[in-house]
């Protein structure tokens, strides 16, 4: 598979999509594409054509499940990594992101000084 470059950040809070965007750029040197929801992640996301798919888990409209099923019915997101990033983590729900299809979950809040390495860790185990 090729590097990581580009992210595609699907969360509904400005707050995190700022904290998120400035992490991944400064410590990771990534080019971050912010979407406010699932809809406009159905939009944007073909176009920008990211190579890992960060998503917050609740959102108005379409939720980040609901964002990833229609995600893995398009040609060009069908096989993107996606971390979904949830505020409140249960084991069930862990269970079943993954059965989703979820690469893996970062819960909020996250240390913006480690992002850009957990979201390469979890990038490198699952292109390896």
């Known amino acids: ?7 595609l950040h699907v969360e509904d809070e400005p707050d995190i999509q700022e904290v998120a965007r400035m992490a991944l750029e400064t410590f990771g040197g990534y080019t971050v ?13 073909p176009g920008f054509n990211p190579d890992l798919i960060l ?3 609740m959102m108005p409209g379409m939720d980040g499940p609901t964002t990833l099923q229609a995600m893995r019915e398009t040609a060009e997101m069908k096989d993107t990594p996606v971390i979904f990033m949830p505020a409140k983590v249960m084991e069930t729900e862990l269970e079943r992101f993954r059965e989703l299809g979820a690469a893996d979950v970062i819960p909020k809040p996250f240390d913006p000084v ?9 990038w490198d185990r699952v292109t390896s």
């Open 1 to 7: 598979m090729s590097d990581l470059n580009k992210i």
């Open 33 to 45: 594409e912010t979407c406010s929801s699932g809809e406009e992640a159905m939009e944007k996301g």
């Open 55 to 57: 998503m917050d888990v």
């Open 114 to 122: 480690t992002l850009a390495d957990q979201v390469k860790e979890i």
